[in-house]
């Protein structure tokens, strides 16, 4: 055999470990091409305007993702309508009749909003490591009156993403197919309440079959630590009393080291995550950062010991695989086996079409009873003009 022979059977053979096959080093070729590839994530957020969403994903991915949006100063003030209306027994008819067609446009501006969907992708590249990041905003949520809109709104929108990647699958070139799904959806819970409202119990019951949900407290500033934990237990225990599915850690593997088996821990501990975000730099102890500046001191936004701002992005960052396996083996398998049951139907189940329509029913019945009492008014109106006259 020539010595190149040679050289060459000794790259492929081990002779000091016969017995040695080598698939050892397979979880480094997959390592190195899913970072060839880098990785692709999307994650929704959904909570009313104002609760600070934009400044929170800002501040999560150090990137500015809504460049072009005038950030207001005044903390609250942003897109919620309160709409009074005094009436006055003193106002002369024609105030009357102005103040009611004044009532009747506000109540139609509130019922005509709609929720929008925004989807802004950034790529992010740290030590060599890309992540396609897609942010889906919701803005307008909870701004309507019937805030069914807004939910098949967005429930739409998860459903077409399912709807497209199971298209591309079973399409020919299934190779380099685009993951649009959402994997995780971050709930913002307004700070102000005493715990869950009615519309956020029924928003996330209907989207907990589909997505990862990842309940956080916004503007965990404006509670007192006592205040959290009790805000956060409420809303836990709300939380099992309606049924909600949330998306839950994994527990740390056995053999995992020690210091993750406690990072997992205190994760699990502190959902639901109560945070403060920042757009702005501020001094504190000679140090610039990311916080907020009040009379008595700085809310740091990257310290633990003032929020769970850091929890929160180390849950989304350690388990970035797991809630995209989640999403592909229990919330992407549902829609898929929903949709094979239907026979590759879209639209309700016949069952939530009968639903449709006892509510379309009862709504009919509802005006019908509506135009009577009308009627009987201007009947009885008319009766006492009549006694009037006499
Ligand atoms: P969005 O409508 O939910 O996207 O809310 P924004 O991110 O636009 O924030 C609305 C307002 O709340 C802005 O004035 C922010 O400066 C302020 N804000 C954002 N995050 C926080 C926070 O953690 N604490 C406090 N106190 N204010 C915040």
């Known amino acids: ?16 470990t016969p017995g040695y096959v080598g698939f050892a080093n397979l979880p480094n070729q997959v390592h190195r091409k899913s970072v060839k590839k880098g990785f692709e994530f999307t994650l929704m957020v959904v909570g009313e305007s104002g609760l600070g969403k934009s400044t929170l994903i800002n501040s999560l991915f150090l990137t500015d993702l ?16 309160t709409h009074t209306y005094i009436y006055k027994h003193t106002d002369s008819e024609l105030t009357v009749v102005l103040h009611f067609v004044a009532y009747f446009f506000l109540l139609l501006e509130k019922i005509e909003r709609t929720v929008q969907i ?22 307008g949520y909870g701004d309507a009156i019937n805030s069914q809109d ?25 190779r380099h197919i685009v993951d649009n799904r959402v994997h995780c959806c971050f709930y913002f819970i307004s700070p102000l309440g005493h715990g869950l409202k009615p519309l956020d119990v029924q928003f996330m019951k209907a989207i907990h079959n589909k997505v990862n949900v990842v309940p956080v407290i916004a503007k965990a500033d404006t509670l007192t630590l006592r205040e959290r934990e009790r ?17 839950h850690l994994p527990d740390a593997e056995s053999d995992e080291d020690e ?11 502190s959902i639901p995550f109560a945070v403060v975000g920042s757009n702005q730099q501020i001094e504190a102890k000679g140090k610039k950062v990311r916080g907020r500046l009040y009379p008595w001191g700085v809310v740091e936004v990257e310290n633990p010991e003032h929020n769970d701002f850091l929890k929160l992005r180390t849950m989304l960052i350690t388990h970035m ?24 139907r879209k639209g309700p189940e016949p069952e939530e079409m009968d639903k449709d329509m006892i509510l379309q029913e009862k709504e009919a019945e509802l005006r019908r009873m509506q135009e009577m009492i009308a009627k009987m008014q201007a009947q009885m109106q008319k009766q006492g003009d009549g006694e009037g006259d006499v």
Not at 66 to 81: M, S
Request: net charge negative; charged share 35%.
């Open 118 to 139: 925004e989807a802004s992708t950034v790529e992010i590249e740290e030590r060599g490591v890309k992540l396609r990041l897609t942010v889906v905003d919701t803005p």
């Open 1 to 16: 055999m020539s010595q190149a022979d040679k050289m060459k059977q000794g790259q492929f053979t081990n002779p000091e």
């Open 259 to 269: 210091d993750f088996k406690e990072q997992t821990r205190i994760l699990k501990a």
């Open 321 to 344: 695989q797991d809630l995209q396996e989640v999403t592909q083996d229990l919330h992407y398998e549902n829609f898929r086996s929903d949709r094979l049951k239907r026979g590759g």
């Open 66 to 81: 809504y460049p072009e949006r005038v950030i207001p100063g005044a903390a609250g003030t942003t897109h919620t309508h």
């Open 150 to 174: 807004c939910f098949s709104t967005i429930i739409s929108y998860i459903d077409d993403q399912f709807e497209r990647y199971l298209h591309d699958e079973s399409g020919l070139n299934r």
């Open 231 to 247: 805000l956060k237990r409420r809303i836990l225990d709300e939380i099992d009393e309606h049924g909600i599915k949330i998306y």
